[in-house]
């Protein structure tokens, strides 16, 4: 009972999730990336040791098809879950487990997989991907959010929400945003209203643990100093 939009942005290489689900903290269970070389997403029944074993696969040069597969290989529940894969090329599959009933399916092109399963209708995913293809000029953690808005708001999944997040990341081990709502009553919403409050400090968190801390000095005065209060 999960829907989420994974992509990779061409301009800067960055991979991002935006997931929202009915069970609690999905951002802690659903999306693994390798930083600079892609992402996995697991959902449905979900084994999260299936993300760390393709991200290892994809910092080896895997491909995102040779990555589902070795997964899909891998995991004798096969079935139940529902996982997508994008590699450093742009590559995009998804796999759907024949075990997801209601309507559970994925929208695939180069740099984007929107799927979901057990979703109120197919809608959910495809605004999600039809979305995304038409605001390639927005940053990618507005371009995600806006797609998983887009999602909630054609009916999202059955059961309603509880949990979400939007994660990006660049080539550094640290993430470039991480954000997660664990349980609320409208997680969409509440990650919007988060990520706003977040959105002037992304530049100084993402180069923060590189600079020298008495030039770049404390939120405020960076916020002052650089006129984004």
Not at 59 to 88: F, M, T, W
Not at 152 to 178: F, K, P, T, W
Request: proline share 6%; aromatic share 8%; glycine share 12%.
């Amino acid at each position: 009972m999960t829907f989420q939009i994974a992509g990779r942005c061409d301009r800067t290489g960055r991979f991002g999730v935006a997931i929202a689900t009915r069970p609690i903290a999905v951002g802690a269970r659903c999306p693994f990336f390798a930083p600079g070389q892609g992402v996995v997403v697991t959902m449905a029944f979900t084994d999260p040791r299936l993300g760390p074993l393709g991200t290892r696969l994809l910092k080896l040069g895997y491909s995102a098809r040779r990555v589902l597969a070795e997964l899909a290989a891998s995991d004798p529940y096969i079935e139940h879950r529902q996982l997508c894969v994008i590699d450093r090329d742009g590559h995009a599959v998804a796999r759907t487990g024949a075990h997801n009933k209601v309507w559970s399916g994925a929208f695939t092109e180069r740099n984007v997989v929107a799927m979901g399963n057990n979703l109120t209708s197919e809608k959910t995913a495809r605004v999600m991907y039809d979305l995304w293809t038409g605001t390639g000029d927005l940053p990618l953690e507005e371009r995600l959010l806006a797609a998983l808005e887009a999602g909630r708001d054609a009916g999202g999944q059955n059961g309603g929400q509880h949990s979400s997040a939007l994660a990006v990341y660049g080539g550094e081990i640290n993430a470039y945003v991480d954000l997660r709502v664990d349980e609320h009553a409208e997680p969409v919403a509440e990650l919007r209203r988060v990520y706003e409050a977040f959105k002037p400090l992304v530049p100084y968190y993402y180069v923060r643990p590189g600079s020298d801390p008495g030039v770049l000095g404390r939120e405020p005065e960076w916020l002052e100093r650089e006129g984004r209060k």
